[in-house]
T-cell receptor, first 113, second 113 residues
């Protein structure tokens, strides 16, 4: 069964900490994405990547960065965590065209205190 | 600006009935539209994709229609079951590239016995 695996289901971090969220896919997908999901706001795209070492900003990239050193791994970095970054973070991957749908991970619920 | 609209009110229906969910979009004509299911605390799961030249698509008890003139997609679940209770999201690529999805906020469906 194909999978997108996110390293943590729940995470609690302190304000100002540097936070790493890891995502690994085993489907040899070219595209990988990071979304955050908040009540009433739906899923919002933070960053995405179409290839190794390539990244593009999504709709809400401020306060975040990403790294894609290997095709299967896409990391989201919160440079200095703030309370307004408390959210559910979802990683997804897809084939290059995107037309077979996205495969999502189970999500990481991050709480910044 | 580009928008995707789904009814934010929960839809409650009786088991065995057909559930119909609506997705409206503005200012754009996407090449295709996708539907996802999301259970609480989990990532969305891809259900169906419908292309702009397809009026209707079916998969088991699911049926999706796509009216590019009305800028609307309808998602039907026939013979609904309590296990169909979830939030359903529509998504489309507003950039035209075909591989960067924007999601609606979803409609929660509750199927009652």
């Amino acid at each position: 069964d194909v999978k997108v695996t996110q390293s943590s289901r729940y995470l609690v971090k302190r304000t100002g900490e540097k936070v790493f969220l890891e995502c690994v896919q085993d489907m040899d997908h070219e595209n990988m994405f990071w979304y955050r999901q908040d009540p009433g706001l739906g899923l919002r795209l933070i960053y995405f990547s179409y290839d190794v070492k390539m990244k593009e900003k999504g709709d809400i990239p401020e306060g975040y960065s990403v790294s894609r050193e290997k095709k299967e791994r896409f990391s989201l970095i919160l440079e200095s965590a703030s309370t307004n970054q408390t959210s559910m973070y979802l990683c997804a991957s897809s084939v290059r065209s995107g037309k077979d749908g996205y495969t999502f991970g189970s999500g990481t619920r991050l709480t910044v205190v | 600006s580009q928008k995707i609209e789904q009814n934010s009110e929960a839809l409650n229906i009786q088991e065995g009935k057909t559930a119909t969910l609506t997705c409206n979009y503005t200012n754009y004509s996407p090449a295709y539209l996708q539907w996802y299911r999301q259970d609480p605390g989990r990532g969305p799961v891809f259900l169906l994709l419908i292309r702009e030249n397809e009026k209707e698509k079916r998969k088991e008890r699911l049926k999706v229609t796509f009216d590019t003139t009305l800028k609307q997609s309808l998602f039907h679940i026939t013979a609904s079951q309590p296990a169909d209770s979830a939030t359903y999201l529509c998504a489309l690529d507003l950039t035209g590239g075909g591989n960067k999805l924007t999601f609606g906020t979803g409609t929660q469906l509750k199927v009652e016995l």
